[in-house]
């Protein structure tokens, strides 16, 4: 009996060591890679002006709001908290980086208007300073509807432009214009 406490204490102690070593190796090491550059630019707290558009692309409202983005130690995620404040309130929260598993960029997102997580998949055009992510979302309804987004980086401002996909003509139209102005 003692033998087998033994072996059972000297087994936890190897596996803690091994365990406590390789935390150590996996700490975060800042991001040198280019394919992080864009998720570095989010970083900061960010005001919002915000364009709605009815279905025929005409403005239809605007809200003003912030959002705040926390990079990640390693800088390879980033955290967004985006509120929106008015006669109708919006608040969501998302997640996203490069994922060196699948080499692209990923992207998760909940907010208080949809019913289910959704998750962006998206390239950078360095030339063009303009990240662009395509989704599939539920409506609600047994289907999954289109998303695309284009954001474009421009120093201290950003614009987020989101367009619907059509469920049966396929006709992309634009939903909303975010316009991003960084605080110093």
Same mark, same amino acid.
């Given at each position: 009996m003692k033998t087998a406490n033994a072996v059972a204490v000297l087994v936890f102690g190897?596996?803690? @060591?091994?365990?406590?070593?390789?935390?150590?190796?996996?700490? #975060?090491k800042p991001a040198v890679s280019p394919n992080y550059e864009p998720i570095k &630019?989010? !970083? @900061?707290t960010w005001d919002a002006a915000i364009t709605f558009f009815d279905n025929d692309g005409k403005p239809s409202g605007t809200a003003k709001g912030a959002q705040t983005n926390v990079l990640l130690s390693n800088g390879h995620w980033v955290i967004n908290d985006l509120n929106v404040g008015g006669p109708t309130p919006f608040q969501g929260h998302g997640v996203?980086?490069?994922? *060196?598993?699948?080499?692209q960029y990923v992207d998760?997102?909940?907010?208080?208007?949809? =019913? #289910?997580?959704?998750?962006d998949y998206g390239f950078w055009n360095a030339e063009e300073h303009t990240m662009y992510w395509? !989704?599939?979302? *539920?409506? =609600?309804? =047994?289907? &999954?509807? @289109?998303?695309r987004m284009t954001e474009k980086y421009d120093g201290k401002h950003r614009t987020l432009d989101f367009y619907g996909? !059509?469920?049966?003509s396929g006709r992309v139209y634009k939903q909303a214009q975010m316009i991003f102005t960084k605080r110093p």
């Open positions: 190897l596996w803690l @060591g091994l365990s406590v070593e390789t935390f150590g190796q996996t700490e #975060a &630019m989010q !970083a @900061g996203w980086g490069w994922d *060196p598993v699948v080499k998760t997102w909940v907010d208080i208007h949809d =019913g #289910a997580v959704r998750t395509n !989704a599939l979302q *539920p409506d =609600g309804n =047994g289907h &999954m509807v @289109g998303v996909v !059509a469920l049966q």
